[in-house]
């Protein structure tokens, strides 16, 4: 073994070590020929040059002078040859790079001539001969404002045309398909937007729940989830209630109130309708906790007063926090309720947190509690099928649980949505008990949250009173009864404070905010008339010249420009706009050639932007206009 294959390997193996011990033993079954053409090295493989044969680095330089190249890029490098591309790649990206090469042959022969070591060991770089992997990377390594960018020279793009051109067509898949991904998350970043602005008049109102911090320092508190498991658990709660910081999410306060028991706080978070959950309970005694993007139906209840909770890994609850110059670092959020729940626990000192009903899968046949909002949901074993399946046993009931819609079609077509969604997502974890049991996907996605929350917050009790249903690592499991035999009474509930927000300045800069998006309109009108001014010529022509280049280049440039320099600035309008542009981010990027038809396409795609985003825009300006004339 020589040296450089020897730290080649050794490097690898730091980074994917499976496939350093797969390189280890791999015999080469196709040889790559190294050549020197015009006192350049080349390798020659299946019949052609891998680089190009006059000047490769100059080649591999180009290409990457076409890329973005930002912190947050990410720079996936089809191929690897002689290593020109990703040695370029490599020392110059400033955002991550994935070398994705799949066959093993050239990796094999290149790493006993090139020495990547220094290359493959930056933090920022991954190696890789496995698609999905490269999937791995990609989803790791990407937030709400980038998306792959493909490198790869012409010679790879021509190699072995059939194999190699449906690898990289399936590569290609896979990235449009994590666009779409993107596309969702972003897309919910617009509803959370559009849920904000509508609650501005209530928000400015409310006290942050982090105000009462260690209010409740030293006590007990139990957070009620609506699993199966509070069924067996209510009549200990009650029994004892007085000793107890009582916190319920939506599903389960249902149950609660039937066995007349009121909490001390209900949490509510979610971005839909979810009023029903609620809906013909005297809620006047209990104290609120929802958030800032919650739908804006669930601040439209009488409470006895409403705290926020501003999830600090939303990027518009992040624009709140600096308008109003609000500290977020203690509201930690994983997007789940039950753990919006167990940090008002933790910031109201809670030392002792029990956590009831959050079995987290499908126990006894019961999705949920009996008296829970959705009560009708059971889990059974299918003979004839041979697999667990989800039904609801009464399905009318059912359909009204998910929808207030008047209409008696919409109500089923979300039901039988909802339960073909549940379905298709049933998954199985270890039990307490140490059997595998059925639950719900997204469930399963819960157990790590909950218990790295244990570990992140270690200065306290955590105990898990279910006793059915999932392991969650971090609770210890224990009966509810012997969880409360040492509990004391709580004499003082209430909660007052001092708190106001500075409603002038707020406004102030909310008036800037809207001054901000009119520049917009502005702007994206102006970028309406250059694109149709572009499509006009390209009629006319028929075909690509340097005027319509330069033409292309200057809408390109106005795009980049609104896009990122002027989103910068401009948080809420990244917000408001930033699922139109991930298309067409992804377009842009991957355009090579320019030729009548993708020019044309490109045009449009942009067209599009402008206007959809101008109506976006237009729609939040006129939110805020009647927003801020209700705001007292």
Known sequence: MNNIFQKNINALAQKNEALARELLTYIPTDVPELKQENGAYNLFYKNQYLHNPINPLGEAQGIFAMAENSPVAIHLVYGLGLGYLFQVVSLNSQG??????????????????????????????????NLEQVSEYIHQKSNTKNSPLLLSTTSYRELNRENFASLVNELQQMIGRFGLDLKYTKERFWGLTRNLIKNLPNLVHETPIA?????????????????????????????????????????????????????????????????????????????????PTANNSLRQFEFKDTFSHIANNLPINDWW??????????????GTVSYTALNCARILGCSKIIIVGQDLAYVEGQCYSKDSAYKDLICQYNNEKKKWEITAKDFASFCNSLSNSPNEEVRIKTAQKRLENLNASLYYVKGINGDMIPTESVYATFIKPLTEFTEIYNNRKYINASMIGAQIDGFENMPLEEALKDSQKIENRELKNEFNYDIPTII????????????????????????????????????????????????SVNYLDLSTNFANQNPLFDFITTSERIDLDYEMKMMREFTFD??????????????NAQKRVEYIDKMLETTLGEIK
Do not use: M
């Open 96 to 129: 991550t790079v994935i070398l994705y090469e799949p066959d093993l042959n050239i990796i094999r022969i290149v790493f006993n001539l090139v020495d990547f070591s220094n290359d493959i060991l930056k933090k920022n770089v991954y190696v890789t001969n």
């Open 211 to 291: 105000e009462f911090q260690n209010r409740f320092a030293g006590q007990t508190a139990v957070v009620v989830s609506a699993g199966p498991s509070l069924d067996r658990n209510i009549e200990t709660i009650k029994k004892y209630r007085e000793n107890i910081v009582l916190i319920v999410v939506g599903t389960a306060i249902k149950t609660l109130y039937k066995h007349e028991i009121k909490p001390d706080f209900l949490c509510l978070i979610e971005a839909y309708d979810s009023s029903k959950q609620i809906q013909g309970l005297d809620l006047s005694g209990v104290y609120f906790v929802t958030e």
């Open 321 to 334: 926090s600096k308008l109003t110059n609000i500290d977020i670092s203690e509201y930690s959020s994983k």
């Open 508 to 555: 102030e800069r909310l008036r800037t905010v809207k001054d901000g998006l009119k520049t917009a309109i502005n702007k994206l009108q102006e970028g309406q008339r250059l694109t149709k001014s572009l499509h006009n010529d390209l009629v006319r022509a028929r075909n690509i010249s340097p005027e319509i280049l330069k033409f292309l280049k200057k809408i």
């Open 598 to 611: 993708s020019v044309n396409n490109i045009n449009e795609k942009l067209s599009k932007y402008y206007t």
